[in-house]
């Protein structure tokens, strides 16, 4: 499932942040010790400079204690980050933070300057709550959800310290995938943009490979179940999460495997070793890479005015695996699970052109007008599906996605569609035309 959820204000949070950046001594990012990297915002290296980070791990009596010393050792390696562990259990250990950050900067201290800090980190992390204990009132909104903290503002300190906060944002394109996922699981991502089946079955993936004693401890296991599915399914029945006909309540079973998690009720459990987190990086940084080797080879067609370069096809194709919760009662794919696998399988290609971005910066969102749609054949549990999504028409008003669905690595079709979309002012509210320079942008990945 592609994860994406990049609300209006967290675009404008990152412009104001770049404003900012210049004019403070320091930066404290507050990260969730049981996910360092996945919270850890990319654009923060981008935007600080030579600006010393303290890097503060939140959370941390929810972490596995030997991953979070890897992670504090493996922070501290760059040059110009501090990294500490804290819980919000211990006022008192957030309160030293003050004295850490002056240490930091002792020339500020030693010409008795007033201390500029900027405070920041991923929704739902823990951010308001430090706030309010370094303050010692209550001056941030708090809430166990993300997206809480809306407005920036100015804190004073003790220690001469002047502290700016900011809203809590993710970047962009939640990349690569297990960073999504593992993002929803420990609540950066609000629960009403994810599908929690699909979040409850990479969790259980996870543990019956790092965690699988406190995993059979916790739902009194005999043994481990072969499949991530058949967990979800003895956990049903353990739980009475049984619908009529003996069928498991997959929804139930995940809602109590995620707040059991969350509350720390396994144990201490962290989602990313250092090793997870450094693959993670190199898949992103290849990303970005490809993008921007793309942008340049675009540029460098529009500067030399070859011909097509309104017409550069463009398709992607994404991948799914069928998994339990996908099946009817019949045992195949149910239908409406189709137009979810097309709908990620759209976002990912509006993520690898840039699109999303774009958009984003003019104020202007895609809406689904219509969707027409033939089912070919069933699809299985364990077969993996391949979904080529393809731009094939663009009118005056609306444009149109092409996609099929595939069994991979076969030419068997399982549906098909044709997505019908208009262009929105997300200010007015009304449809606009595909003129000018947008349609120029949609010409760029036009396939007949």
């Known amino acids: 499932m592609a994860i994406n959820w ?16 210049p004019q403070v001594d320091v930066i404290i990012e507050i ?29 941390s009596d929810l972490a596995d204690p030997i991953q979070t010393a890897r992670w504090l050792e493996h922070l501290e390696q760059e040059r110009g980050i501090t990294a500490i562990a804290i819980t919000q259990h211990d006022p008192k250990g957030i309160k030293d933070l003050l004295n850490v950050i002056s240490d930091m900067v002792p020339h500020r201290v030693s010409q008795d300057k007033q201390l500029r800090a900027l405070i920041c980190g991923i929704p739902n992390v823990g951010k308001s709550t430090t706030i309010n204990i370094l303050a010692d009132r209550i001056i941030a909104k708090t809430g166990n959800e993300a997206g809480v903290t809306k407005a920036q503002q100015r804190i004073r300190l003790d220690n001469n310290i002047v502290l700016h906060d900011t809203l809590g944002f993710l970047w962009p394109k939640l ?12 609540g950066g991502i609000k629960d009403t943009v994810t599908e929690k089946e699909d979040i409850a079955y990479y969790l259980i993936e996870y543990l019956m490979e790092y965690y699988p004693q406190l995993l059979m401890d916790r739902f009194q296991f005999d ?19 049984m619908r009529k006909g003996g069928i498991a309540d997959l929804y139930k079973v995940s809602e109590i495997v995620i707040n059991e998690y969350r509350g720390g009720v396994f144990g201490p459990i962290t989602l990313e070793t250092v090793e997870l987190g450094l693959a993670a990086k190199v898949i992103m940084e290849e990303k970005e890479a490809e993008r921007e080797a793309n942008k340049e080879k675009e540029e460098e067609l529009k500067r030399k005015n070859v011909v097509d370069v309104k017409r550069i096809p463009m398709s992607q194709i994404s991948f799914v695996t069928v998994r339990g919760y996908h099946l009817d009662v019949y045992q195949h794919v149910n239908n409406a699970r189709y137009l979810e696998f097309l709908e990620d399988a759209r976002w990912q290609y509006l993520e690898e052109t840039g699109d999303i ?27 993996v ?19 099929v669905i595939t069994v991979k690595g076969t030419e068997t079709v399982v549906a098909d ?7 929105l002012d997300q200010k007015t509210g009304k449809a606009i035309p595909i003129e000018d320079d947008l349609r120029e942008r949609f010409n760029q990945h036009l396939i007949d």
Not at 223 to 241: G, H
Not at 385 to 403: C, D, H, R
Not at 417 to 423: K, Y
């Open 357 to 383: 971005e774009y958009f984003q910066s003019l104020g202007l969102a895609w809406v689904i007008v219509n969707i027409n749609i033939s089912y070919r054949t069933g699809a299985y549990m364990g077969q």
């Open 31 to 59: 990260l969730d010790a049981r996910i360092p990297f996945s919270s850890e915002n990319p654009l923060v290296p981008k935007l600080r400079g030579d600006t010393p980070v303290l890097k503060v791990l939140n959370k």
């Open 6 to 21: 990049f609300p209006g204000h967290m675009h404008k949070a990152r412009k104001e942040i770049a404003e900012i950046m």
């Open 175 to 186: 990349e690569p995938q297990d960073c999504g996922y593992r993002l929803a699981i420990t």
């Open 223 to 241: 043994e481990m179940p072969q499949q991530p599915i058949d967990v979800m399914d003895l956990i049903a029945k353990n739980r009475a999460c």
């Open 417 to 423: 569609a044709d997505i019908t979309f208009v262009v």
């Open 385 to 403: 599906l391949a979904i080529e999504t393809k731009l094939s028409k663009v009118g005056n008003k609306s444009a149109v996605f092409n996609q």
